[in-house]
């Protein structure tokens, strides 16, 4: 989820019809009274246990500071720094919910109160006046939004409670020519920059007005920042309400666009059902924060998700992105005034590493899984099975999302950036053209931009996109014709596609489905057999007799991940994986005999394990690959389960995939002693791959490392013995969603050739 698109903002200028920001312009709210200047840093203030006193026989007083209602928090500016102040319901004032330092700015965030509910402030001196909270579910009138006006260029946008986000407007034309078809990009990056040439740039050349929006608490928002809670939801609900207002908006209705963490905003933003939203176009996402990225199997992954955590709140401090602080050195009162809480930002990552386990309260709100089925709008969703950044876990939730009849899904092997490959882009434009714009989709467009995107990103020339596919129908009968199609797209072996150069972001073919998971999924199971240290087999049958593989969990027995340069790079055809097998003794492998034709298989998998340890706990990790007849061997997924989080939550697991509780109550050690094992599942992650006629199928089972690109784990494996048990009443399998029906090619495709799968 880290700032995925520098090159394409290059590309993407090229061609993009574009017209200038006037950063005088734009957006005109009211905005804070404040003459204080932040600091660049501080550390959060410090949030202590009530010493509740008897304050019934204080006296109501007027406070020296502002207090702000929210939904669900207080926020107070301008208060006195190093005073303390409570925060208490009116119906028992004597017993406050929380007791806070105001912060060297004078601020002060309670958060976590009751929404539509009386509080007042406690002081030394006596009690403020009371305030009410604002409820999630009751939103301003319309006459709130369009009261705002929201111009081309920079500027603000007033929410609910008083904060303003800054937003950027990028029209494809003048202003009088609109009406504009619009989109809008919310994230806590920089879409509201109005000096970089952004993903504006795209949705101009596709014909569309851009706005976007930073976050509160990020860029020139104001605000505090924590991540995805509600209120920042309902912000965007509010920018959107208030910028499909406007009058060079078409129809008074916009849709969101992004990749990545504004891609993942889209999600959180639609549930709260903003009724001018037209549609959603989530790229690249999670569908579970807690086990689809940041402790994948009850492991935490420090290699990616943490230190983007921690990237994301470094750019919230005070005047933590560059460009908002030369905004600031340039006179912007309202971008200076709104650094003024930022001292209130939760250290999120101190939350993250206190909470190995999962705790509802916190993990619900933060887990699409649990909400999606709230959107109601056309959503279309693209991502690769191997992303090296949000994970590829995201197709789990897609039968979720039933609150929509239109629900589109473009799924394909490769990395973070494929959403926006020649692949996906044809789709992802009509879908836009259909449900934003309301128009017979052309790519006339995206045909312009493509050169262009395509060696600025991927590093490769020689694309042509599609001729449009619906050409001279009305706006019905396309429509009609779109939605006749079966929803779930897979793209099979990207960047092997026949005549292109390899790794040319491009499928070899298309197959579509109409549900996910896939309608008649065959799982096909394999047992574990033989010395899984010295070439164990997998075979349709259990072994006739006990037996058992063992290996020394090691992880440093390979580099951490298979890729160190830039992360921009990763996406380009000329990359260069370091995949490399663990050193001898620290892994069991297993494999399939060649196989006699075939197999197509598209969805999750499970890895069913009796399992011990000589320490009592270990980190699984399972690597799923194919072995060509010429002995080179292709990646295709991987997953991970720390050992002692192996309960199962029975009601949402199936064959071919199993759901953990992972909470602290569930947690239990292994057997230690050598002839006792316990029972454990292992989520291999979705795929789609093709294992050819000849190939085999092969299973290896280590200490997490090694096998993805920016992902490392905080792994408990510290050279524990690990006994896998096989055959008799102690099988060990791996099931598998083969998918009958499925024309693949002939042949397999060079072993180099396949997007986010490294060959060795």
Request: hydrophobic share 40%; aromatic share 8%; net charge negative.
């Amino acid at each position: 989820m880290r700032q995925t698109l520098p090159t394409l903002l290059i590309a993407a200028a090229l061609v993009a019809a574009s017209c200038s920001s006037d950063d005088s312009g734009g957006a005109t709210t009211s905005s804070p009274d404040s003459t204080s200047a932040p600091a660049t840093t501080a550390a959060p203030a410090t949030t202590i246990e009530s010493t509740t006193a008897a304050t019934t026989a204080l006296p109501t007083i007027e406070l020296d500071a502002t207090v702000q209602p929210g939904v669900e928090q207080l926020a107070i500016t301008g208060a006195t720094p190093g005073d303390e102040l409570a925060v208490a319901a009116t119906a028992d004032p004597a017993a406050p919910t929380e007791t806070a330092i105001v912060d060297e700015f004078g601020s002060l965030v309670f958060r976590g109160l009751e929404g539509g509910a009386d509080y007042v402030v406690v002081t030394a001196e006596g009690i403020s006046q009371p305030v009410t909270t604002l409820d999630r579910t009751t939103h301003p009138d319309a006459s709130f939004y369009s009261s705002q006006e929201i111009g081309p260029g920079f500027g603000y946008i007033t929410t609910r409670d008083g904060t303003t986000l800054s937003a950027n407007v990028s029209l494809p034309g003048p202003v009088e020519d609109g009406p504009y078809p619009t989109v809008v990009e919310y994230s806590g990056y920089d879409p509201s920059d109005p000096d970089a040439v952004g993903l504006s740039a795209l949705y101009n050349a596709l014909g569309y007005a851009y706005v976007g929006v930073n976050m509160r608490g990020t860029g020139c928002s104001g605000g505090s920042y924590r991540f995805f809670e509600y209120t920042q939801n309902l912000d965007g609900y509010d920018a959107i309400e208030a910028v499909a207002a406007q009058p060079w908006v078409q129809g008074n209705r916009v849709g969101m666009v992004g990749l990545s963490y504004p891609g993942i905003s889209q999600l959180f933003v639609a549930q709260t059902q903003p009724p001018s939203l037209a549609a959603i176009t989530p790229l690249s996402v999670i569908d579970d924060t807690f086990d689809g990225t940041l402790y994948p199997g009850g492991i935490l992954n420090t290699g990616f998700a943490t230190s983007w955590i921690q990237g994301v709140l470094d750019n919230a401090v005070p005047e933590g992105q560059e460009w908002a602080a030369d905004r600031i050195a340039a006179g912007d009162e309202v971008c200076e005034v709104n650094q003024e809480v930022r001292l209130q930002n939760p250290d999120v990552v101190s939350q993250i590493l206190d909470t190995p386990y999962y705790d509802a309260a916190l993990g619900d709100e933060l887990s699409p899984a649990m909400f999606v089925d709230q959107i109601e709008v056309p959503t279309f969703i693209a991502g690769a099975w191997q992303d090296e950044q949000t994970g590829g876990h995201f197709p789990t939730f897609l039968d979720k999302f039933t609150g929509t009849d239109q629900l589109y899904a473009s799924l394909v092997n490769g990395l973070h950036i494929e959403g926006l490959s020649p692949g996906v882009l044809p789709r992802y434009a009509e879908f836009l053209d259909l449900y934003v714009a309301e128009r017979v989709p052309t790519l006339g467009g995206a045909r312009a931009l493509a050169p262009a995107l395509v060696s600025g990103i991927f590093g490769t020339d020689g694309v042509q996109l599609p001729p449009d596919r619906f050409a001279g129908l009305s706006y019905e009968d396309a429509l009609a014709a779109f939605e006749s199609e079966p929803p779930i797209q897979v793209l099979f072996e990207q960047g092997a596609a026949d005549g292109a150069e390899p790794l040319t972001p491009t499928p070899r073919f298309v197959e579509a489905f109409d549900a996910w998971p896939i309608p008649g999924t065959e799982p096909t199971r394999w047992y574990l057999g033989g010395d899984g240290t010295a070439g164990g087999t997998l075979t349709p049958e259990p072994p006739g007799s006990a037996g058992s593989s063992q290996y020394l969990a090691l992880p440093d027995g390979v580099p951490a991940t298979f890729w160190d340069g830039n992360s921009s790079d990763l996406w380009r055809a000329d990359v260069e994986w370091n995949w490399v097998e663990p050193a001898p003794g620290t892994f069991v492998s297993f494999a399939t005999e060649p196989l006699p034709e075939s197999v197509v298989m598209a969805g999750s998998g499970s890895v069913d394990l009796w399992v011990n340890s000589n320490l009592g706990d270990t980190d699984l990790e399972v690597t799923l690959s194919e072995i060509r007849p010429d002995g080179s061997e292709v990646y295709v997924q991987s997953g991970w389960l720390r050992a002692s989080q192996r309960a199962l939550d029975e009601a949402a697991s199936t064959e071919l995939q199993p759901v953990h509780t992972n909470l602290e109550v569930d947690a239990e050690s292994l057997p230690t002693d050598e002839d006792e094992f316990a029972f454990a599942r292992v989520e291999i992650f979705p795929f789609a791959h093709v294992f050819y006629a000849g190939s085999q199928v092969r299973l290896s089972i280590d200490a997490p490392g090694g096998n993805r690109a920016v992902w490392e784990f905080a792994t408990i494996a510290n050279g524990e013995q690990v006994t896998i048990a096989t055959g008799g009443d102690m099988a060990s399998s791996v099931v598998l969603p083969a998918v009958p029906g499925v024309s693949a090619p002939d042949t397999a495709p060079p072993c180099t050739s396949l997007r986010g799968q490294p060959c060795r």
